[in-house]
């Protein structure tokens, strides 16, 4: 049945948390699921630096140096088959699953993790913060006009078709928490930050294939964003005092796609382009054209600020383009 409407009110939010869930502190082990990754990376040190032990999903031969270079432990197996790797999940404190991976991929590893987690052996309950993103949120743009709605993490929305899906599994990861297991959801939205990420090197990409900075349409709608470091540190906060069944958002504030395509076209020195629907399909394919860039998907942290103390330190995309990493990242030839 397609989810029409969601929010804070299919999870029990006033529920007593369950006992041993309480604030938390720091270190214990933690089992990583995207490690190697552009967030995965900046979890990761955070876990570190809560002094966490951190072991991590090896998929690729190659990415166990990667991760061992990291001071991760890598633990050789795929999502497909948790079997190999059921004793390490079990015994860990904590697993953050915070990959890109399919979004149809993503309930059947929630399940998996389920059956894992739900016979943990450890004293107190092993916690799951699962990554989804702000995309579920989005109000779809194709002519990229601007959308005033906005969403804190308990508010009800309508997600778009395609990511119904990752709603669903958002929903059985919250569900979790009356199982015994300290689930919760952290709900990116549009993150930057050290020359990297999505939407950003899509722009600057779209001056190699197109000789313009592009953006849809208008180019007035708006995804919030955040840093990258910023996003990072909720996960910390999260694990440390974060309640069962919570969704948790971090933003630092909004720049319109218009915004974006005349900060890249300044560092690379041409100019912008309004592309139809069709030619952003074509120019960044299908699904982050639709998703990322012609989409409103404006949030407010609402719940991170008042439960977890969150607040964040990067506040400003704009200059991070015109001066920062981007700029950087461009000049080494790395977008
Ligand atoms: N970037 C954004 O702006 C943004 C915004 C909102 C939400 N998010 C969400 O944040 C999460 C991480 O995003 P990201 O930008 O950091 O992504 P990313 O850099 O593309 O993530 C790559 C990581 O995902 C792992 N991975 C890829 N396919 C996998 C699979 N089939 N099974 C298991 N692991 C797999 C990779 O492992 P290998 O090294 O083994 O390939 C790598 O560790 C995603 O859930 C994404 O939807 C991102």
């Known amino acids: 049945m397609p989810v029409t409407s969601v929010g804070a009110r299919s999870v029990d939010r006033e529920r007593p948390r369950p006992v041993g869930t309480a604030v938390t502190g720091g270190g214990g082990r933690a089992f990583v699921l995207g490690a190697t990754g552009y967030l995965g990376r900046q979890v990761v040190a955070v876990l570190q630096d809560e002094g966490f032990d951190v072991a991590a ?20 197996g795929s999502i497909d088959d948790l079997g190999p790797y059921e004793a390490e999940l079990r015994s860990a404190d904590a697993v953050v699953v915070v990959g890109r991976m399919p979004y149809e991929r993503e309930e059947p590893l929630v399940a998996d993790l389920e059956r894992v987690l739900g016979v943990a052996s450890g004293a107190s309950p092993p916690t799951l913060l699962f990554t989804s993103g702000t995309g579920v949120l989005g109000v779809p743009a194709p002519e990229g006009q601007w959308d005033q709605r906005s969403f804190a993490e308990d508010d009800d929305f309508t997600p778009p078709p395609w990511l119904q899906l990752r709603v669903r599994t958002e929903h059985r990861v919250r569900r979790l928490a009356d ?40 180019g007035l709608a708006v995804y919030s964003n955040v840093h990258v470091v910023d996003l990072a540190r909720l996960y910390g906060l999260a694990l440390r005092r974060g309640s069962p069944g919570a969704v948790y958002h971090a933003v630092a504030g909004e720049l319109d796609f218009r915004g974006i395509a005349e900060a890249v076209a300044t560092v690379t020195g041409t100019t912008t382009r ?53 700029r950087r990242a461009h000049a080494a030839g790395e977008l």
């Open 57 to 76: 999903l090896s998929r690729r031969p190659d990415s166990a140096a990667e991760l061992a270079a990291m001071g991760v432990r890598p633990v050789a």
């Open 179 to 218: 199982r015994g297991i300290r689930s919760m959801v952290i709900r990116p939205p549009l993150i930057w930050g050290l020359g990297g990420s999505l939407q950003v090197p899509a722009v600057f990409r779209s001056v190699r294939t197109t000789g313009h900075a592009c953006y849809v349409g208008s």
């Open 274 to 326: 309004s592309l139809t629907a069709d030619e952003a399909s074509q120019v960044w394919g299908p699904a982050v054209a639709r998703t990322g860039l012609s989409t409103n998907s404006r949030s407010r942290a609402v719940v991170s600020r008042a439960e977890l103390g969150w607040a964040p330190v990067h506040l400003d995309l704009r200059a991070d383009i015109l001066t920062g990493s981007y």
